[in-house]
């Protein structure tokens, strides 16, 4: 019995590397490297021992980076450990990284084969557009704070069986697809929600028989909104990366500056509670100096600003949950909610690689604010959710059992498009023009301000779901006033909502 306690508890420890905290953050202040015994582990609490950072097992020691509250009671206690210089290049994550960076392309298939930095995603997506030159096409949305691309990959499959054409006068628009935003590693250190991202884009790609909602979507996944945080974490130590390349003053960057991107994002920026986030560059939470204050937050904004989803998933790792918005304590969600509503069926099929730890539907993991996902919300009614996976960065070898784990989230929401009734609408003035239009619902009740319109090539898409009739107001500029009741349907054609200028006879 001992010996299988024993056996248990180093079975749990060599799984520890998805036991990196998420605050604080793994920065020297915080964490200690030392060597110690392994039954000084197994003396240890089990919420203790989860916040250890194993670096290494050999032999009856352990190497770990220790939280300062641990080092604090060890040496209250006098026990005896070897304090260690602190790790100062990243740790040798992936053995099999530099060769793979060597190797170059591999087809799309190949490329759940490791963890990917900000150069291997750069390499991998410039092989894809070329395997798939008529499918996928890859964009830069911007540079980071330290000069890095922010690259997006769109995907958009051709329809297999056409639709019938039908001639008229004057033309129709060519049909508009619903858009999907995925991104991943907003919080650089989270390598696992890289390989989230690339799963969807091999799947689309490589297994498009297996999803025929895709010929409804257009799909823009950006692997890493963070590369700057990619980087540190990779090449520098993985006590950093989650924030950006955001330097303070003139002072040499540090592993504890940055801006935590999360916290940077516009929709109540700085609600003046310091645990959701802070004004201190050294913070974990920093949240910059001003809203949308990091090219980075600036690049995705403009992204979702431009384009509207209709729906938006963004890739953390390790709370093995999903954020409903309002992710921001105290604010009332819209009525009806459908975010909150559909959320449920998002989780249909998961079997969470964790069995310590249920994958669940939560508001948030702690207090927050300028988050993307609010702000996606409460700006643009996007259908917006915060996919926490259920590791950090297990051995890659576990990585494909993890993802399968939690795909049937993303596989749900791709479905929603077949099975969840709309309302798809695309204003235009009298010569077809697309025009930037406001929406206002009788069927909503918004506390926060929220608004609703239309994208720059005048659509507007939401999910409806329960909804039988709704009644919209669309305003624009130098436009008369619009009104129309609708009935939403499952993914209907898009209702042409032609504007006349106001005051023509
Ligand atoms: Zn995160």
């Not at 989270?190 to 010929?215: D, F, G, N, Q, W």
């Not at 959701?276 to 949240?287: K, N, Y």
């Not at 409903?324 to 989780?347: F, H, K, M, S």
Request: hydrophobic fraction near 40%; charge should be positive.
């Amino acid at each position: 019995m001992a010996f299988f306690r024993s056996f248990l508890i180093f079975c749990l420890l060599l799984g520890t590397a998805d036991a990196i905290p998420l605050a604080p953050l793994h920065d020297p202040e915080a964490f200690s490297h030392l060597e110690f015994s392994k039954n000084l582990a197994e003396n240890l609490s089990e919420p203790q021992r989860q916040s250890l950072i194993i670096l290494q097992t050999k032999g009856k020691k352990i190497r770990a980076l220790v939280p300062a509250a641990i080092k604090k009671e060890w040496d209250e206690k006098k026990i005896q450990y070897r304090s260690l210089a602190y790790p100062s290049r990243g740790v040798e994550l992936d053995p099999t990284y530099r060769s793979r960076l060597r190797k170059g392309c591999v087809p799309a298939a190949e490329m759940l084969n490791g963890y990917k930095d900000d150069r291997l995603n750069e390499l991998y997506l410039n092989c894809l557009q070329k395997e798939f030159p008529q499918i996928a096409t890859l964009y830069v949305i911007g540079k980071s704070r330290l000069g890095r691309k922010i690259y997006a990959l769109r995907i958009y499959l051709p329809e297999i069986q056409k639709q019938p054409q039908v001639n008229s006068f004057p033309p129709l628009f060519t049909e508009i697809r619903e858009r999907v935003f995925i991104n991943c590693a907003i919080h650089g250190n989270e390598a696992m929600a890289i390989e989230h991202c690339y799963e969807i884009i091999i799947k689309a790609l490589t297994e498009r028989e297996s999803y025929p909602v895709l010929e409804k979507l257009e799909l823009w996944i950006v692997p890493i909104v963070n590369p700057d945080g990619v980087h540190s974490f990779w090449h520098r130590s993985t006590a950093s990366g989650r924030k950006n390349g955001f330097v303070s003053g003139r002072a040499r960057r540090n592993l504890t500056e940055g801006v935590d991107l999360n916290r940077n994002f516009p929709f109540r920026w700085n609600t003046g509670n310091e645990k959701a986030s802070s004004g201190v560059p050294g913070h974990g939470f920093f949240r910059g100096y001003a809203a949308a204050s990091e090219p980075e937050t600036k690049a995705v904004m403009n992204l979702v600003d431009k384009l509207r989803f209709s729906s938006i998933f963004s890739y953390h790792s390790y709370a093995n949950s999903l954020l409903v918005p309002y992710t921001i304590e105290g604010l009332v969600n819209p009525q009806p909610d459908i975010p909150g509503q559909l959320a449920e069926r998002l989780l249909l099929g998961i079997a969470s690689e964790r069995e310590d730890k249920p994958f669940l539907i939560k508001k948030n993991l702690y207090e927050v604010d300028g988050t993307d996902t609010d702000t996606f919300y409460n700006y643009y009614g996007s259908l917006a959710y915060l996919v926490e996976s259920s590791h950090l960065y297990q051995d890659y070898r576990q990585v494909p059992a993890i993802l399968q784990g939690i795909r049937p989230i993303w596989e749900n929401l791709l479905n929603f498009y077949a099975e969840v009734p709309m309302i798809r609408l695309q204003v235009t003035d009298e010569f077809s023009n697309p025009l930037r239009a406001s929406i206002e619902f009788d069927q909503f009740v918004f506390k926060e301000g929220e608004q609703r319109g239309t994208a720059a090539d005048g659509t507007f898409s939401m999910f409806m779901p329960g909804i039988k009739q709704c009644t919209l107001t669309i305003r624009a500029e130098g436009f008369a006033v619009r009104q129309l009741s609708l009935k939403p349907d499952v993914y209907p054609m898009r209702t042409i909502v032609i504007m006349k200028k106001s005051g023509n006879p």
